[in-house]
């Protein structure tokens, strides 16, 4: 069963901050990652989708990284600004594409 | 583009009530899944389809039933609401194709039983 952890559980940066946010996983035998964010009250909007085959994924402010060998993925924000302030989900598809999810992290971007 | 819908977005029961929610997408996607999410306890899968007429059980299946008699829609059945069941119940539904594949969550139902 994949395991999908994410640290740090919580971070505030001032605005303006790069964010570093991380993802590990236990089976390296993966389709592809994918990022999730989530506002208070509100649905998953998915961010980015890297593939298995990929190291990394930009979408503008965005990047993800994924190192399948180490079972990591990390997503970069750029110049951070109050309106990225959401929890940020990873999640892995396994057997028929059932999600496996990291419990997130939460960000605070301080004005 | 509406995508993958859920009604209600909001209910509240009285324990032992039973009620339906309604998940429908419009992408003609084969995988579709119900998780619900509570504080702590991060997304866990409860039930999901592989295609109309195929259904299965995932992590916490308990207490609800579902059904999958066309592409389009999913919906979750509570069979006699309780109080455990208080919840953000979200729909996906994903596509595969080219070994890969995608998921997309509606914008849930808050229920709370009382």
């Known amino acids: 069963k994949q395991e999908v952890t994410q640290i740090p559980a919580a971070l505030s940066v001032p605005e303006g901050e790069n964010l570093v946010l991380n993802c590990s996983f236990t089976d390296s035998a993966i389709y592809n990652l994918q990022w999730f964010r989530q506002d208070p009250g509100k649905g998953l909007t998915s961010l980015l989708l890297?593939?298995?085959?990929?190291r990394e994924q930009t979408s503008g402010r965005l990047n993800a990284s994924l190192d399948k060998s180490s079972g990591r993925s990390t997503l970069y924000i750029a110049a951070s600004q109050p309106g990225d302030s959401a929890t940020y989900l990873c999640?892995?598809?396994?057997?028929?594409?059932?999600?496996?999810f990291g419990a997130g992290t939460t960000v605070t971007v301080r004005a | 583009n509406a995508g993958v819908t859920q009604t209600p977005k909001f209910q509240v029961l009285k324990t032992g009530q039973s009620m339906t929610l309604q998940c429908a997408q419009d992408m003609n996607h084969e995988y579709m899944s119900w998780y619900r999410q509570d504080p702590g306890m991060g997304l866990r899968l409860i039930h999901y389809?592989?295609?109309?007429?195929?259904?299965d059980q995932g992590e916490v299946p308990n207490g609800y039933n579902v059904s999958r008699s066309t592409t389009e829609d999913f919906p979750l059945r509570l069979l006699s609401a309780a109080p455990s069941q208080t919840s953000v119940y979200f729909c996906?539904?994903?596509?595969?194709?080219?070994?890969?594949?995608?998921?997309?969550f509606g914008q849930g139902t808050r229920l709370t039983v009382v």
């Open positions: 996906a539904s994903s596509y595969s194709g080219q070994g890969t594949t995608e998921a997309f």
């Open positions: 389809s592989v295609g109309a007429g195929i259904t």
């Open positions: 999640a892995l598809p396994g057997d028929d594409y059932k999600l496996s």
């Open positions: 890297i593939q298995s085959s990929q």
